[in-house]
């Protein structure tokens, strides 16, 4: 469907001649979206969101992927597959020559016309086998055009380690934190700055931390104001909000 501004423009487009009929109708009758029989390509979703449709891979076959891939790839200058196997991104790459691959993130990037980075993401992890759900995070918001740093290894076990390095949380404008374990981070962190934070619980930790639910209901049922919480290894939904709020007052 169509938004108010660009049916305005399609309007203005035919009332002086730039374009025919015919070719406005079909756009206006486009329903969005592109079938391909075992999905459904949403190619508007730039258009609504500020990004394209992102490619949960998980659960999905190689083939299917490549194909989905394919035709974001069609419409698209930047696309993110999330959650993809080795054996994804090589069945990829022999279709697109060029994608990269962040093997710690799980992530294919195919970025022909790299956005303007703007504001200052900061991303924390509690400790270096949360690095996963931090390059996820990273790969996620750069590619959706946000200055990101990064402060791995950082957790409550040692917190001088977090605060020698306070300026970078004094500098960011939006911080996600990402931990496992315990899930203290985030409380520690928000309780030192006047901004948004983010928190992710991983499924890192011993059987006690339940897959991840552990540092979930700790991350709830933090006492510091302006936390929010997404879902367990969420490294790419942190992102997606975060960059959002980056943007905010940000011109294009």
Known sequence: MLGRERLQELLESVQSNKIDINNALDEILDPGYEDIGFAKIDHNRSQR??????????????????????????KNDNILASRATPEMYRAIKAEIEEVRYNELGRVV??????????????????????????????????????QVDTLNDAGV?????????????????????????????????????????????????????????????????????????????NGFGAAYLASSINKIGVDD
């Open 157 to 233: 076990a040692g917190v001088h380690r977090l605060l020698n390095n306070v300026d970078l949380l004094y500098e960011a404008k939006v911080i996600v934190v990402v931990a496992g374990m315990d899930g203290a981070l985030p409380s520690v962190v928000a309780g030192l700055v006047n901004k948004p934070v983010i928190a992710v619980p991983t499924s890192v930790g011993y059987g006690a931390n339940l897959g991840g639910l552990a540092p979930l209901l700790t991350m709830l049922n933090s006492c510091a104001a302006g936390i929010g919480v997404v879902n367990v290894d």
């Open 109 to 146: 990037i195919l970025e022909r016309k790299p956005v303007k980075q703007v504001g200052n993401i900061l991303i924390v992890s509690a400790g270096t086998s949360d690095i996963p759900v931090v390059e996820e995070a990273a790969e996620t918001a750069r590619i959706m055009g946000n």
């Open 49 to 74: 969101r500020g990004f394209p449709e992102v490619i949960l891979c998980q659960g999905k076959t190689t083939s299917q992927v490549v194909e989905i891939f394919k035709a974001l790839a069609g």
